[in-house]
């Protein structure tokens, strides 16, 4: 849920910096070479910064050195993703469309059509139920093919691809616009896999691809691949986690100059003078030292805000860690605020810093759950307002 930041003040929230959006895209477009499309993935609610706050962002805002809008069309993984963001750019829907006549799916493409969302497609039974019910509605659908050439996780695979593009080019109500591929390992550079995968993926496509009249956009550069494998740029580009100021190696980078997008905070709702020796939390598994002041920070891992970084942790306040104490519980968490004495109630926290050295940062807190920025970013729940800045936060 988007907010003001007036409105925001005093409660937990994500800021989420509109120049650091911008500034990433800049940075990804000048990898690239003149011409090349840019596709910004949003799904996830744009990796957790809010998707409404992300695609406002890109389409209305300008930024030196950048068109607008900022980017050539959008992406996310499903129907109700796309149905769900404002009709401001072309989007691409990931998820390949299986059984339209059940459920709510036939309405679903219904919406689809109307827009012209471009459909994913991956058998020749799909694309005979997405012909029929454009047909039916008197319209052409959008339709792109995702091939699989490694990744093993889904998309046409190479043996089946002849037949499925000449089942798709045979129907008059389908339009093939797109033809793509995931490289599973772009994120380690010089990487042999991506070499073998692209290679797959040129011979699959190519004289496909020079045998049609209309263009066809191939894509199979995600955020790695933008910087490591130039080669595999070809029309178009996915950003994905780099558009959020994350470095594809999941590592900070003072080589790729990307800032992170995301600062999340939230007041200090209470502190508690403890003498030594006092437990803190569940499970007594924190002991107070010394006589100190224990701060409670509303958020818990409800909120996205790990168990595991209990008593790991660490918080900034006023410009110093503090250090998260006790287990985190569901909708709270206790920080040691013994080295800020000034600390007072309804001061700022920063739980996750903007600053990728900053030992609050996603790239610190992914290291100590034992996971990947993607993950801490898609965490942070829905009751974390999200609130859009002009200007880095």
Known sequence: MAMDVKQSQGLPRLIVSRQAILHN??????????????????????????????????????????????????????????????QMLPILVFRAIENVYVGKAREAIDTALQFGWI?????CAAADDLARIALQRNRRAMVHVMIDTGMSRCGCELPRLGELLARIESHGSLKLVSLGTHLATADVPDHPFVIEQFARFRQATDDFAASRSGKLIRHAANSGAIFFFPHTHLDMVRPGISLYGIDPTCKPST???????????????????????????????????????????????????????????????HGTEVPVVGRVSMDLTTIDLHDVPAARIGDEVTIMDDDPLSPASAYALAQMGQTIPYEVLTRIGPRIRRVAVDTSA
């Open 25 to 86: 895209v800049r940075v990804i477009r000048q990898q690239l070479r003149p011409g090349t499309r840019v596709c910004a993935m949003v799904k996830a609610d744009a990796y957790g910064h809010g998707a409404d706050i992300v695609l406002d962002t890109l389409t209305n805002f300008s930024y030196e050195g950048l068109p607008t809008p900022a980017v050539d069309q959008v992406a996310v993984a499903s129907l109700d993703e796309a149905a769900a963001l404002p």
């Open 119 to 123: 459909l994913t497609i991956g058998t």
């Open 255 to 317: 080589d790729r100059f990307l800032k992170p997008v995301a600062k999340w905070t939230a007041p200090l709702i209470s502190i508690l003078e403890v003498k030594a020796g006092t437990s803190v939390g569940y499970g007594q598994t924190w002991r107070a030292p010394r006589d100190t002041r224990i701060g409670l920070v509303p958020v818990g891992y409800a909120d996205g805000y790990l168990r595991a970084w209990g008593n790991r942790a660490m918080m900034m306040l």
